[in-house]
Every structure is written in C-alpha cells, then in structure tokens.
C-alpha cells in the first residue's frame, strides 16, 4: 500500500506540472490565437527587446515547446534522463527574469498565462519555485519509482510535429509598423484617416463585439445628436476578429449604435501595436488639430466619460 501511495503521489506531480505547462500554452492563445500571441509578441516579448519576425518565431517556438512539454511529462520516455531535467532548467531560466522583475517592483501582468490568468511576477516566481521543487522530488526521492523508456522517436516526432503546428496554424501576418514608427503616433493614425489632424476628431479602437464598445458607440451616436455642430467627426479603428474583415460583426455593431461611422479594419497584428499594447478596449482618443487632448479606454478608472469630453470640447470652442 506504501508503494501504492507513492505511485499516486508520482503521478499526481506529473499531472499537477504538466497541466501547468498545457495551460501556459494554451493561456498565451486567448482569447483567440491571432489575438493571444500577437499580445503575446508585442506585450511581453516586445518588453524584453524581442520584436519583428524574430518574436514571431520565438513565440512560436515557446508556445509548442510548453505543448510539448506538458505532454512529455506524462509519457515515459527519457522521463528522468532529458524530460524533468529540461523542464526544470527552463522553470529555472524563467524564474530568474521574474526574480529581477520583482526586484525592479514589477508587479505588472508577467504574461505567464496571457490575459487569461493575469498573474504578477512574484506570484509567477512561486509558482516556478513550487513546480521546480515537486521535479526535484521526482528525480531524487521517488527517482527509483519512474519507469522511463529511452527510445528517441516518439520524442523527436511528437516535438516536431507540435513545433510544426504552432506555424501551420499560426501563420506569420506582416505587420507594417514598427517600433520606431511608434513613437510619432499622430502620423500612425493619419495613415489610416488623412484628414485626422485637422480640426477636432474622435478616433476610436474598437472590437465590433465587445459589448462595451457597442454601448459607447451608442453614447457617441447619441451625443453627436444631442450636440450637431460642436460634437466632433467620429472615426473608428475595428481590429478584425474574424480574419475576413469582420464584416457580420461590424454590420452588426452599427445597426445596435444606430449609424455607421468612418472606419478601417485593422488585422490584430496591425491594431495590438497601436492600442492594446497598453491599453483596453473601448478607447476613444479626441484631438484638436493633430494634438491629443484626451484619450479613454478600459472600464474601470479612464473609462469613457461624456461629460468630460464635452467640457474638453467646449473649451475648445
């Protein structure tokens, strides 16, 4: 029966890890794969100076090498000899960016799990400690307990194989802006709307299914009827969730505001760079002249806020 219980207890550490690692993969594609690995690219790796197609690639790479091994983990094959021991040395690389995040005070989402999990950095340095001590235990307490097999190939086909899915079902889109065009964001924009520096103007970014840009859609809609003449040109920036232009979604979303806008469809590629790098969704940005005077996004503390715009406009005016 003691035998017994420590096969459990084997087991259930290799589950427990495992199920860590497969949801790590999986978290990084929420809450679609375009979307979650774009962020992914561009919020985390982009922090760490990994950008372009090489943070495309890396991605890529991480994301099935996590896959691979959340499912190695449960096979027998090299289990003590190559699987558990790369599995902590990747924990351990890990956990040393984290430890200097937390000694900076980071306490930002560390994109362990993406946007699916939010997790700080020392919360995520924890749980990397818990995990590489529970392997530790594998390979020395119950070391004699694991049977593996050593036989190479269902090792390199399975690995291949995910690696070869991650950029089959994941291809690399193209994004035409980069980290410098970046800085000159009022030009970013311009290529998108020409005539979005003159005068005053409401550039918004919108997911043509998020329920809260539908409701500040409406609110728009109904201000610029409340206000003709003083309420600025409204134009939107949609990010495609659909990936053929998010037609339904977008026809949609104007027969709930009640009147189409001026608006683009921006691929994710193309939109997280501009927006939701930073910021959440709905953002409504106003201008004077090219000059950002306001810009809301999220639903929580700069959220949308009318009469605060309003003030701002006629100020202007």
Same mark, same amino acid.
């Given at each position: 029966?003691?035998?017994?219980?420590?096969?459990?207890?084997?087991?259930?550490?290799?589950?427990?890890?495992?199920?860590?690692?497969?949801?790590?993969?999986?978290?990084?594609?929420?809450?679609?794969?375009?979307?979650?690995? @774009?962020?992914?690219?561009?919020?985390?790796?982009?922090?760490?100076? +990994?950008?372009?197609?090489?943070?495309?690639?890396?991605?890529?790479?991480?994301?099935?090498?996590?896959?691979?091994?959340?499912?190695?983990?449960?096979?027998?094959?090299?289990?003590?000899?190559?699987?558990?021991?790369?599995?902590?040395?990747?924990?351990?690389?890990?956990?040393?960016?984290?430890?200097?995040?937390?000694?900076?005070?980071?306490?930002?989402?560390?994109?362990?799990?993406?946007?699916?999990?939010?997790?700080?950095?020392? $919360?995520?340095?924890?749980?990397?400690?818990?995990?590489?001590?529970?392997?530790?235990?594998?390979?020395?307490?119950?070391?004699?307990?694991?049977? $593996?097999?050593?036989?190479?190939?269902?090792?390199?086909?399975?690995?291949? @194989? +995910?690696?070869?899915?991650?950029?089959? @079902?994941?291809?690399?889109?193209?994004?035409? +802006?980069?980290?410098?065009?970046?800085?000159?964001?009022?030009?970013?924009?311009?290529?998108?709307?020409?005539?979005?520096?003159?005068?005053?103007?409401?550039?918004?970014?919108?997911?043509?299914?998020?329920?809260?840009?539908?409701?500040?859609?409406?609110?728009?809609?109904?201000?610029?009827?409340?206000?003709?003449?003083?309420?600025?040109?409204?134009?939107?920036?949609?990010?495609?969730?659909?990936?053929?232009?998010?037609?339904?979604?977008?026809?949609?979303?104007?027969?709930?505001?009640?009147?189409?806008?001026?608006?683009?469809?921006?691929?994710?590629?193309?939109?997280?760079? +501009?927006?939701?790098?930073?910021?959440?969704?709905?953002?409504?940005?106003?201008? @004077?002249?090219?000059?950002?005077?306001?810009?809301?996004?999220?639903?929580?503390?700069?959220?949308?806020?009318?009469?605060?715009?309003?003030?701002?406009?006629?100020?202007?005016?």
């Amino acid at each position: 029966m003691k035998n017994a219980n420590r096969i459990y207890l084997i087991w259930g550490i290799r589950i427990v890890v495992s199920i860590l690692f497969i949801l790590s993969a999986v978290a990084k594609l929420y809450p679609s794969p375009l979307m979650g690995i @774009s962020s992914f690219e561009t919020k985390y790796l982009g922090a760490i100076g +990994i950008e372009g197609d090489l943070s495309k690639v890396i991605s890529r790479l991480l994301i099935g090498f996590e896959f691979t091994l959340g499912i190695f983990l449960l096979l027998p094959f090299y289990l003590k000899k190559v699987v558990i021991p790369t599995t902590i040395l990747l924990l351990g690389a890990f956990s040393l960016h984290l430890s200097f995040q937390v000694f900076q005070g980071d306490a930002s989402n560390c994109g362990c799990f993406g946007e699916l999990i939010p997790m700080t950095p020392l $919360e995520a340095l924890i749980k990397n400690l818990l995990s590489i001590g529970l392997l530790i235990l594998l390979v020395s307490i119950f070391k004699e307990e694991i049977k $593996e097999k050593r036989n190479i190939h269902p090792v390199l086909y399975t690995g291949f @194989s +995910i690696a070869l899915l991650m950029f089959i @079902s994941l291809p690399q889109g193209s994004s035409n +802006i980069s980290g410098e065009s970046l800085k000159g964001s009022e030009s970013i924009y311009s290529n998108y709307f020409p005539n979005l520096s003159k005068g005053n103007k409401l550039l918004c970014f919108f997911s043509p299914t998020c329920e809260h840009c539908m409701a500040t859609g409406k609110e728009l809609h109904e201000l610029a009827q409340k206000f003709p003449g003083l309420f600025p040109e409204v134009k939107i920036l949609f990010m495609d969730e659909s990936d053929n232009g998010s037609k339904d979604e977008i026809e949609s979303f104007f027969k709930f505001v009640g009147k189409p806008f001026d608006y683009k469809v921006l691929s994710i590629e193309d939109f997280i760079p +501009i927006f939701w790098n930073e910021k959440n969704f709905p953002g409504v940005r106003y201008s @004077s002249n090219g000059e950002e005077r306001l810009f809301f996004d999220g639903t929580e503390n700069n959220e949308f806020d009318a009469d605060k715009l309003l003030n701002d406009i006629k100020r202007e005016n």
